[in-house]
C-alpha cells in the first residue's frame, strides 16, 4: 500500500468515524438535556459502559488484535483465510454466549465492580436491570468486529467504518420517542416500585434500542462481507491448531489492547462515589473521543493489516513508511485538538451541553475533567500507533506487561488523587496512565529497529508540528476571552463556538504550512484517491 493509499485509507475510516462521532455528539446532548446528571442517566452510562468494555476486550482489544494480523498474513500468503475466520468467528460466537449467560447472571457483581459507589442507592438497581438488557449487545457487535477485521485486512474499510451510525441513529430516536410520550404507555419504561426517578423511561428506552443497534450493526457489516464473497456461517467450534494459536496470542493482547478501558473502569470507580462525576468524566470522555476515534481508531484500523502484510514480505522499508506516515497523521491532527481542549474547555462543553436538565455546575466540572483528557489526548492516539508494531510481529506479551505497569500508575495516581481532590482525580489518573504507556511502548520499540523505527521526516515535522499548535492555542486562548459576551449569549454562542473554531483551525493549519509541519499537496492527493 503506497502512502498516498495509506493516507486515503486512514481518511475513509476517519470520516465515517466522525459522522459517528458528531451523531455521538447529538445523542449525549439530547442524554444532557432530557436526562441532565441525575440517577437514571448515571445508570444508563454505566450499564451501556458494560459490554462495551467486554467487546472490547473479547473483540477489538484481544481477538481481533491476534485474529488480524494471522488473517491478513494468510491472504498475503494465498492459503485457507476465509475457512480460519469461520473457525474464529465460531469459536468467539461460543465464548460470547457463555459471557453473556454469566454476565447476566451475576450482573449486580458487575455492577459494583464498576461503580461501587452506587451500593445502597436507587442507582444500583437501576443499573443492574439496564445491565442484563444492555449487556447482550456485546453478542452481536463483537461478531461485527470480527467481521470487520476480514473486511480492513483485504482493504474494505467503508461499512465496518459507517456501522456505528447505527447505534447512534438508533439511541436518538429512542430519545426522542420517549420524549413523545412513550414511556407513559409502557410499564417497564416507568416502574414506579423503585420511587420517583427522574427520566427514567429515557434510560429504560435507551437500553432496549442498544440491544437493537448491535443486531443493526452485526447484519450490515455482514451482509458487506458476503457481498465481498466473504460468508462467515457458524460452525462447530473446534480447538484446532490455529485456533489454539489464536488464544495463545489473544490472551495476552485481551489486557494490551484494552487498557483504556481498564483505566476507565478504576475512574469510573473513583467517580461513583461523587454524585454526577460520572456524567461529567462520560461527556468529558465523549468530547476527546472524537479526536481520538477518527485518527487514534482509522490509524489503528489500517495499520495493523498493512504492517502485518509487510513484514509477511520482508519488505522493513516500506513497514518503517507506513508506520512514519500514520505517526506523521497521528501528531498532525491529534496535538492541535489537545491544545484546543486544554486552551478552551469551557467555551465547548456550555455550547455543547449546557440546556435543560444540565447546568452551569455541570458544566465547569465537565470543562475541568475535559482539560485534563485532552492533556492525555496524544498520549491516547500514539498508543494506536505504537501497539501494532507489535501485534503484527505476533508479540503480545510486551505490552501486557506494560499495560501491567500502566494500570498500577492509574490505579495510584487515581485513588490517591480522588481522595485529596475528588472525581477529577480519576482524569487525572487516566491521562497519566496514558503517557506511561506511551513512553513503555516506545522504549521497547527502539530495541526493534527496522520497521519499528520512525523516520527523519516524522521526527522533523513532529517539533514544528507542536510548535503550530501551540501557537494556536494562543490564539485561541485570546480569542476566546474576546468572544466571552457572546459565547455566554443564547442567540449568537453557536456562531461565536463557530467562529472560535473556524479561526482555530485556521490558524493551526496556516502555522503547520509556514512552519513545514504538514504539506496540502498530500491531503489533496489522498481526498483525489
Known sequence: MQPIRLLSSFMTVGLWTLASRVLGFARDILIAAFMGSGPAAEAFLVAFSLPNMFRRFFAEGAFNTAFVPLFAKKLEAGEDAIGFARQAFSALALVLVAVTVLAIVFMPALVLAMASGFAGDVRFDLTVDMGRVAFAYIFFISLAALLSGVLNSSGRFAAAAAAPLLLNVILIGCLLLADGGVGASLGYLQDFSLGEVPALPYGRLLVIGVLFAGFAQFALVWWAAARSGM???????????????????????????????????????????????????????????????????????????????????????????????????????????????????????????????????????????????????????????????????????????????????????????????????????????????????????????????????????????????????????????????????????????????????????????????????????????
Open 231 to 529: 460468508v462467515l456461517w457458524p460452525t462447530l467450534p473446534r480447538l484446532s491448531p490455529e485456533i489454539r494459536r489464536l488464544a495463545i496470542i489473544a490472551g495476552p493482547a485481551m489486557l494490551a489492547g484494552g487498557v483504556v478501558q481498564i483505566n476507565l473502569l478504576v475512574g469510573r470507580q473513583v467517580a461513583s462515589f461523587f454524585d454526577g462525576a460520572i456524567v461529567w468524566l462520560g461527556l468529558a470522555d465523549r468530547l476527546y473521543q472524537l479526536p481520538l476515534g477518527v485518527v487514534g481508531i482509522a490509524i489503528g484500523v489500517v495499520l495493523l493489516p498493512e504492517l502485518s502484510r509487510r513484514l509477511r514480505a520482508g519488505d522493513e522499508t516500506g513497514g518503517q513508511a507506513a508506520l512514519s506516515r500514520a505517526g506523521e497523521m497521528a501528531l498532525a491532527l491529534t496535538v492541535p485538538a489537545a491544545v484546543a481542549l486544554v486552551a478552551i474547555p469551557g467555551p465547548l462543553v456550555s455550547v455543547l451541553f449546557e440546556r435543560g436538565e444540565f447546568g452551569p455546575e455541570d458544566t465547569a466540572r465537565t470543562a475541568l475533567a475535559l482539560a485534563v483528557y485532552g492533556a492525555g489526548l496524544p498520549a491516547f492516539v500514539m498508543q494506536k500507533v505504537l501497539q501494532p508494531i507489535y501485534f503484527a510481529r505476533e508479540d503480545t506479551r510486551t505490552p501486557f506487561r506494560y499495560a501491567l505497569v500502566a494500570m498500577l500508575v492509574n490505579a495510584v495516581v487515581a485513588v490517591g488523587l480522588g481522595l485529596a481532590i475528588g472525581y477529577l482525580g480519576a482524569a487525572i489518573g487516566t491521562t497519566v496512565a496514558g503517557w506511561a504507556m506511551v513512553w513503555l511502548l516506545s522504549r521497547g520499540r527502539d530495541r526493534m529497529g527496522g520497521a519499528a523505527a520512525f523516520d527523519d521526516r516524522y521526527r522533523t515535522r513532529a517539533v514544528r508540528i507542536v510548535a503550530a499548535s501551540l501557537l494556536m492555542g494562543v490564539v485561541l486562548w485570546l480569542l476566546a476571552r474576546l468572544l466571552g459576551p457572546a459565547l455566554a449569549s443564547e442567540g449568537w454562542r453557536y456562531l461565536a463556538l463557530a467562529a472560535l473554531v473556524g479561526t482555530g483551525g485556521a490558524a493551526y493549519f496556516g502555522f503547520a504550512a509556514a512552519l513545514g509541519g504538514m504539506r496540502f499537496s498530500e491531503l489533496r492527493a489522498s481526498l483525489r484517491r
